[in-house]
Nanobody
Framework: QVQLVESGGGLVQPGGSLRLSCEAS????????IGWFRQAPGKEREGISC?????DIKDFMKGRFTISRDKAKRTVYLQLNDLEPEDTAVYYC????????????????????WGQGTQVTVSS
């Protein structure tokens, strides 16, 4: 099972930005899709974006969030821009090694390794 460690969360004012990081304990990201999810208080966890092992990016929320990866660092990033109070949530990354990570989608099901989450709070 892949171990994932998120970092980069914190308290930010509305309109601010954060970059979240997800470091994976794997020799290579060439066999895993990595996804970012978030769970706001009282709500279900929802998919934000994912990147396949081939580098294909799927975005499930329009506009303000951008996923990227650094294969050499085995790290996937999520850039959060123009943050709003409604973006307050715990943000998780997850790994899916099925099908050698060549596909990914917004659903949690295929992702079988999860990080501990990082809290993002947007407030003035």
């Amino acid at each position: 099972q892949v171990q994932l460690v998120e970092s980069g969360g914190g308290l930010v004012q509305p309109g601010g930005s954060l970059r979240l990081s997800c470091e994976a304990s794997v020799s290579s990201l060439d066999f895993y899709a990595i996804g970012w999810f978030r769970q706001a208080p009282g709500k279900e966890r929802e998919g934000i974006s994912c990147v396949t092992s081939n580098g294909d990016i799927k975005d499930f929320m329009k506009g303000r969030f951008t996923i990227s990866r650094d294969k050499a660092k085995r790290t996937v990033y999520l850039q959060l821009n123009d943050l709003e109070p409604e973006d307050t949530a715990v943000y998780y990354c997850a790994a899916d090694g099925s099908l050698a990570g060549q596909v990914c989608g917004p659903g949690e099901g295929p992702f079988n390794s999860w990080g501990q989450g990082t809290q993002v709070t947007v407030s003035s």
